[in-house]
């Protein structure tokens, strides 16, 4: 059994832990891809369990609450999406959601409200000439490396997860936006290399499917050159905009 806190700096809705950085933060004790299922809000600055089980997955727990379980997965998708460093920044001019629109501004990835090397303010938008894409640009802080120099893993969950959000609320067909509000219930990553501080990253996103109150998305991240350093593929669940705040409806 190991203990994590999740720093307020990771929020994302103010009150509760960024899905992806929570998932990537269980994820560590995982080799190789791994899915993770985010089962309550993970508390911040709080003392938290991550404890082995009898069948080999993980638990993240909070007292007798468990807030993730987490296993190893085979995280293969069927295609992905690509953009040049140039396309992914003009693609965040075409973000659905305006600075003083945004639902949670102050969340560790994609909130406007946070300051350069603070959060990671990725913003992501419409891919031009792909309908149903998003990308985003990301140069890592040194504030994110790992001791071993390169950016911890956690982060590139974080770059994850919030893109593929905004590309649950992308209609695949018309690559129109709605703006349901939404909470990570589950993601998988897959990790192949990790940059280093002050490269340049695309991120790209794009939804795979709807099932009621779900909605599924993937992504990837590349460096500048183009090799792949990271896949995702997620579940979100449309909720009550009190419920996505952390307020009880």
């Avoid at 269980?26 to 369990?49: F, Q, S």
């Avoid at 905004?166 to 589950?186: E, K, V």
Wanted: proline letters at 8%; aromatic letters at 6%; glycine letters at 10%.
């Amino acid at each position: 059994m190991t203990q994590i806190i999740i720093d307020k700096r990771f929020c994302g809705p103010p009150n509760s832990g960024n899905g992806g950085y929570v998932c990537g933060r269980l994820a560590r004790h995982i080799p190789g891809g791994a899915e993770v299922t985010l089962r309550a809000p993970p508390p911040l600055d709080t003392p938290l369990d991550a404890v082995a089980t009898d069948d080999g997955t993980w638990e993240l727990r909070d007292g007798d609450k468990i807030v993730a379980t987490g296993r190893a997965a085979s995280v293969e998708l069927a295609r992905v999406e690509t953009a040049s460093f140039e396309e992914a920044c003009a693609a965040e001019l075409l973000t659905p959601i305006e600075p003083h629109e945004h639902p949670l501004p102050t969340c560790f990835v994609c909130g406007p409200a946070r300051a350069k090397g603070d959060g990671l303010r990725i913003f992501a938008g419409s891919l031009r000439g792909h309908k149903a894409v998003l990308a985003a640009s990301w140069t890592p802080d040194q504030n994110l490396a790992a001791e071993d120099g390169l950016i911890a893993p956690e982060f590139l969950w974080s770059a994850l997860d919030c893109p593929t959000g905004f590309a649950c609320n992308c209609d695949q067909q018309t690559g129109s936006f709605d703006r349901t509000p939404l909470l990570l219930g589950r993601m998988s990553a897959r990790i192949e290399a990790r940059p280093r501080p002050g490269e340049r990253c695309i991120i790209t996103a794009w939804p795979t499917g709807r099932d009621g109150r779900k909605r599924m998305a993937e992504a990837a991240v590349h460096d500048g050159a183009g090799k792949l350093l990271a896949v995702a593929r997620t579940t979100w669940i449309a909720v009550n905009r009190e419920v996505q705040f952390g307020r009880t409806p």
